[in-house]
């Protein structure tokens, strides 16, 4: 699976289900600065803030916005409710891999919530602390769903520069040496077994 970061909380995943390249485009929201595609054609488009200010979608993807799992190119997707009304948090089933996007969030993940996103492979976490987890609350929250490696998001770019930056939470997280890549290809071998690792990814 390839990974990729499009800043605030948008992320890009490339994937494979029945030999078919699949794209996954999670929050593919239009910024008010910086450089983002102005349209995209994914063949699945996810968002937990509703549609409002994405970007074109060309193309005939399948689209959640809503609470609700489903099955799209043998790809399952389990949308559960957010903080508040109109928002979401993600977990994707693809490739062996399990992920969960958190979108925009700053309060302790509930019950309910836990029971979707714990024990992912994946997770993307709001590091960010504008409208969203500080560093603190965001490995509180890493630590509380155990992935096997975290992916922090909307955390400061060009597109978000009142955001902070990443590096409170990788310090916090003990992972201030953590390079920085432009894109990842994770494979289910290749995960880590013991401690969680970090992976920071630079703007596309």
Not at 123 to 151: H, S, W
């Amino acid at each position: 699976m390839h990974i990729s970061w499009l800043g605030s909380t948008s992320i890009k995943l490339q994937t494979k289900s029945f030999d078919e390249d699949v794209v996954i485009a999670i929050d593919p929201y239009r910024p008010a600065a910086g450089n983002f595609p102005r349209s995209m054609s994914p063949q699945i488009a996810l968002f937990t803030r509703g549609q409002e200010g994405a970007v074109t979608l060309t193309g005939s993807p399948f689209v959640l916005d809503t609470p609700g799992e489903c099955d799209s190119k043998g790809i399952l997707v389990t949308a559960v409710p957010g903080e508040v009304p109109g928002r979401t948090m993600l977990r994707i089933d693809a490739e062996q891999l399990s992920l969960a996007h958190l979108g925009s969030t700053a309060k302790p993940l509930t019950e309910a919530q836990r029971e979707v996103l714990s024990d992912v492979d994946i997770l993307f976490v709001p590091v960010g602390g504008k409208d969203c987890y500080d560093a603190e609350a965001a490995v509180k929250t890493v630590n509380d769903l155990e992935p096997r490696v975290v992916i922090p998001v909307a955390y400061q770019s060009e597109s978000d520069p009142e955001a902070a930056t990443v590096d409170a939470f990788l310090k916090e997280m003990g992972a201030s040496g953590a390079a920085r890549e432009a894109k990842v290809i994770i494979k289910k071998k290749d995960l880590p077994t013991e401690e969680t690792q970090v992976i920071v990814l630079t703007k596309e």
